[in-house]
């Protein structure tokens, strides 16, 4: 993962990298760093942890040089540390590199380099890069990038700069993201738009195999056999605004707030003329849904729409075992790729093997002009608006939306189905009146080590989503299970210790599901229940009672989550731990 950012231009460099650093931040805060050409000299300055103490450490020190690079890491290879921090350097301290993705055979590179008596400071893949370019270098770093890059294997993006030649920074995209930010009289590189957004807002991505040279005058792409390339500027809708908390203490709650717009945006998106369907689900044998985390989750929602509403019969596979399974695939299949990012590097390899056996493919994303946007046959945009928090929250129900969307197109009710999609955005606002509650009853649960999660039918992702929730921003170890199959297994961790939460609206499964919660209290667990308000049978059998309002049982999993996003939310919060930025994770996750 990593983000990477470079400014080229008339203004010092240092605040606008470590400004767009912050924004890149989600992408992984193992170490961050900066390299700058001061003077014809380079300089590195790089810090252990997040980007305030690579900020502390640069107080008080004048550097004024107008282009430089930045990073903020992620570790794959090499644990995080001074040594594995970016940017790298060549021996001489003239070439720095900022490096996101993973180089495949740097360990045969790094022997080679080593033959030739090259002495390594690091662990990382991305010190042999410097040390190549350094080695290839004969006055011209645009040449040397090229005679380095088709020797690099693996998915990355990398930008480099030298004191050779102050005001140009070299870049290239392969498999990992890479944009170019246009300004006037400078110009910009970042992993993603976001980064530059307060500085330019007319932006060019690159594709894969394409290499990029910035100067404050210029931009110029070129294959890897450096042939120009020629791109389109795009003028991106988003504004910075948007990307701030608004008074929120944290963006994971302020984008739990914002479903009701992100939900609401993405319907009329969708609906408006320019994102028809080019074609009718019926047309397909088979549907696949491809994703990972969350978006598998709303994965798996969306299975179950499909198949009532077309009757298709529809698998969702983690993305990351579909690539290296044998399951056969071809022309008759609709293979969906789901991703916020647009860039997961397993659904993406997924999409991209799907169409290469002559499956049609559609995209759900959430960043225009990603890599799963731009190789998919046909995309499907949630119009969420950028997620910074880590856990995806507002993304996910935006997902749930064009999942919906989708699954009734060519739908023979598809008005009034729609219509009914319509009105979630006012139910999600009721249901997030009841975050007071939510806060005070978390406030019970903050010592407890180790959740379960139920529900049924459509809950039951709701239920996985809850406990992926709670997981990954409060560390607390939670686990979701169909409430079905407790007792063939999970029911024996229950105890008068254990809480367990109850996705129970009053659905199909609704009596099923209360019988499982029987079971739960028969053993002393402790029961949360989400269900409807004035479900007072439901509120009698649970120490504590979620409500939210009543709905139509198919759009129940745009409820049902809300007060487990809030839930997760306040325990983290409560727990004095950091919700946006949580340990080992990263926002984009573009290594295998
Ligand atoms: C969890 C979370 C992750 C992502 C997963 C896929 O809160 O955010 O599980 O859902 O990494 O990311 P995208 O949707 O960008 O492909």
Redesign the pocket.
Known sequence: MCGIIGYTGKEAALPLILGGLERLEYRGYDSAGVALIENGSLVVEKRVGKIRELVKNLWGKPYRGRTGIGHTRWATHGEPSLENAHPHTDERGEFAVVHNGIVENYLELRRELEDRGVSFRSDTDTEVIAHLIAGAYEGDLLSAVLAVVNRLRGAFAFAVVTSKEPGRIVGVKQGSPLVVGVGEGENFLASDIPAILPYTRRVITLSDGEVVDVTPEGVNIYDFNGNPVTKEVVLVPWDIISAEKAGFKHFMLKEIYEQPKAIGDTIRGLVSAGEALPFDLREFRRILLI??????HAGLVGKFWIEKFTGVPTEVLYASEFRYADTPVNEDDLVVG???????ID?KFAVNFAREKGARTLAVVNVVGSSIDRESDYTLYTHAGPEIG???TK?FTAQLAALYYLSISGHPQSETLLSELMKVPALVEEALERAEEIERVSQDYLRCRNFLYLGRYLSYPIALEGA??LK?ISYIHAEGYPAGEMKHGPIALIDESMPVVVVAPQDRVYEKTLSNVEEVRTRKGRVIGVGFEGDDRLAKMCREFLEIPPAPEDLTPFLTVVPLQLLAYYIASKLGLDVDQPRNLA???TVE
């Open positions: 994703a990972c985390g969350t978006s598998y789901i991703s916020q990012s647009g860039e997961t659904t880590v856990a995806a993304t992926l929730k990954e926002k984009t996750v």
